[in-house]
């Protein structure tokens, strides 16, 4: 197994946490985790990768070891923390930067590589092709709901101790084998009281009050410029469930002037857990296409 490293970079008034692996000097690569995960989730990915890389994987903020912001997250505040972080690590001159995100980091780069279309080479989404549109007239009764949950501290699933956190890793994802289940446990898990969850604000718990609008998603989408690959599951039935219909799938697809895509079988929605080797091959192939990626510098706290 690799071994990461941390550093904890001041990101806009929080202290945000940053895993990296690799030695400084190699091509650099930013891992962008999803909803209710934090960076450790992308070890077996990592360990899987052939090519020596400089992988930097922040925690979003309320996430993992990363602070938190208050009662409330909204979605436009992790594209500012990209941005800042990149500006940091980076610098102030647009150098182009090869992203992979999974779920929601997926759909924070997508959208980040067509608000800032000259920061992105290369963009690669893990099974996050945006969400469902939703009807204006659902936004009093969202507004509403989100008032009465400001009221009270959302209750997360706590776990009696990493053993029984392992098993619901397990029910939630039946093809987690038992050893990388435990490691994401411990890995994952936060103490609560007695018991252990995972590393995450409760208020991410709550349910969002702005409502999400395709449209503005694929404004963004079709300005990207840099080459986009898109992975996913064999299975479509997680985007069907979810209300995303195979003309709107395809609608989203068209917005990308250079376009991969490919399918893995036998995984679910976490295809860095489920498949990492046969991931790594893909995105290896995908990210390391075209000019060589340029040395990293020292990274700056």
């Known amino acids: 197994m690799k071994i990461s ?21 190699a091509p650099r690569l930013y891992l962008l985790h999803g909803w209710m995960d934090a960076s450790p989730s992308f070890q077996f990915l990592v360990d899987a990768f052939a090519h020596d890389w400089h992988v930097l994987a922040p925690d979003w903020r309320g996430f993992g070891l990363s602070a938190c912001s208050g009662d409330a997250y909204w979605f436009p505040d992790y594209f500012a923390d990209l941005d800042a972080l990149l500006r940091i690590i980076e610098g102030d001159d647009d150098t182009p930067v090869r992203l992979v995100g999974h779920s929601m980091g997926g759909n924070v780069a997508l959208m980040y590589a067509g608000i800032r279309p000259g920061r992105v080479a290369r963009v690669a989404a893990l099974d996050a092709i945006g969400l469902p549109n939703r009807p204006p007239d659902e936004a009093p009764g969202r507004y509403r709901k989100w008032l009465e949950q400001l009221k009270e501290t959302p209750r997360p699933a706590v776990s009696a101790d990493l053993g029984e956190l392992a098993a619901r890793l397990r029910r939630n994802n039946p093809r987690l084998d038992a050893a990388r289940a435990a490691w994401l446990a411990e890995a994952l898990a936060q103490t609560d009281g007695a018991g252990v969850r995972i590393a ?8 969002n009050p702005v409502l999400y609008r395709r449209a503005e998603a694929e404004a963004c989408w079709r300005r990207v410029r840099a080459e986009v690959l898109v992975v996913e599951p064999e299975d479509d039935e ?22 991969r895509r490919e399918r893995i079988a036998d995984c679910g929605h976490n295809l860095h857990h489920d498949q990492p080797q046969r991931l790594a091959a893909i995105l290896e192939t995908f990210l390391l296409a075209g000019q060589p990626p340029r040395p990293s510098p020292e990274l700056q706290s």
């Open 5 to 25: 490293r941390s550093r904890f970079i001041d990101v806009r008034g929080l202290r945000l946490h940053v895993r990296e692996w690799g030695e400084t000097g």
């Open 200 to 207: 995450g604000d409760v208020a991410h718990r709550r349910v």
């Open 238 to 259: 997680l985007r069907l469930r979810m209300g995303i219909s195979d003309e709107e799938y395809a609608a989203a697809l068209a917005c990308f002037g250079a376009l």
